[in-house]
């Protein structure tokens, strides 16, 4: 009973959290240095995630396993409630920061509602080209690790450029890029798959390397060849840092397509960004953080996903 109690309590500090940061919306009122907002979109998402909160509450009275992860992640919303109200207090009702650095939660929704299609836009062609960047310079590394991994013939003579060049980050290449790819937009892609093929290669290497020998002998002496070693022992035994050399290799990606974006791209997230601080727009370029925290986690979650699917039987050494 009391266990039920406690659960009950914790379930309900979501709406808690929610309702602190509302109460410091509607008690003070705007420092008068922030410019003016004809609409209140800030209290409008404060009030649908009350009612959602709100309505989760009410279930998990009939919900069992909801009011268990509603009493476990219950602290966690409310203090990202409190969190959010003292931001709010500290910058929109007191403004003791900079006003032109620090705006009001208002300002900077109302970009997302007043520019939506530009946002969209930028979110597309940022899409694009992670999709493609990621996608070549995955195959690229995966056919590297292949070549490294299962001949010590190749990895003798590649592997020490590799070592050479390998390392050095991806946007240290953008002067001599663009003055060697014709348009921008190839040569985005390049320093994006550029960004994503080393640690493909390298953990696609050193997972086929360390697969233990026995695997390959016994196939050998089954009669398997070249290519049936290879992808139907090798590589299944290396999908695992496979998979890793990919979300370090995304994680490298985000930070070159949002350097790429900034050096001659009419679009994009980064394009965004560096627009908005040139304007001295800074609501803008909180949304455009905004955008690449919500871009970046659902394209890892996706990868995730995957990899669970994939590797049911491994849960891995990285978690999201």
């Not at 109302?110 to 939506?116: G, K, W």
């Not at 965004?272 to 955008?291: D, E, N, R, T």
Request: charged content about 10%; some cysteine.
């Amino acid at each position: 009973m009391e266990k039920n109690f406690k659960q009950i309590l914790q379930s309900a500090l979501p709406v808690c959290g929610v309702l602190f940061a509302f109460l410091v919306q509607i008690i003070f009122q705007d420092n008068p240095l922030h410019p003016h907002v004809e609409k209140h979109y800030y209290n409008v998402l404060l009030l649908i995630l009350f009612g959602i909160s709100a309505l989760l509450f009410v279930i998990s009275f009939f919900q069992r396993r909801l009011r268990e992860s509603l009493a476990y992640k219950g602290p966690f919303f409310l203090g990202a409630g409190v969190l959010v109200g003292v931001l709010n207090l500290i910058t929109a009702k007191l403004a003791l920061l900079p006003v032109i650095f620090f705006p009001t939660y208002d300002n900077i929704l109302a970009v997302f509602v007043e520019q939506c299609p530009l946002l969209l836009k930028c979110i597309g062609f940022s899409f694009r080209l992670l999709i493609l960047g990621v996608f070549w310079g995955t195959l690229a590394g995966f056919a590297t690790g292949i070549f490294l991994g299962f001949s010590q013939k190749v990895y003798y003579w590649i592997n020490p450029y590799i070592k050479l060049i390998g390392p050095i980050p991806s946007t240290a290449w953008i002067p001599l890029v663009l003055t060697t790819f014709p348009t921008p937009l190839g040569a985005s892609i390049f320093i994006i798959a550029l960004a994503v093929w080393f640690p493909v290669q390298l953990m696609t290497s050193s997972g086929i390397q360390n697969t233990s020998k026995v695997y390959f002998e016994v196939s050998r002496t089954l009669g398997a060849g070249t290519m049936f070693q290879i992808f139907k022992v090798a590589v299944p035994a290396a999908l695992p840092n496979i998979f890793q050399g990919v979300f370090n290799g995304i994680c490298a990606a985000f930070i070159a397509l949002m350097t790429a974006e900034m050096f001659g791209a009419k679009y994009g997230i980064g394009w965004y960004i560096s627009y908005q601080k040139a304007m001295m727009l800074y609501s803008g370029v909180y949304a455009g953080l905004i955008m690449i925290a919500v871009f970046c986690t659902v394209i890892i979650t996706a990868l995730f996903q995957i990899r669970k699917r994939l590797l049911n039987w491994q849960k891995g050494l990285i978690k999201w």
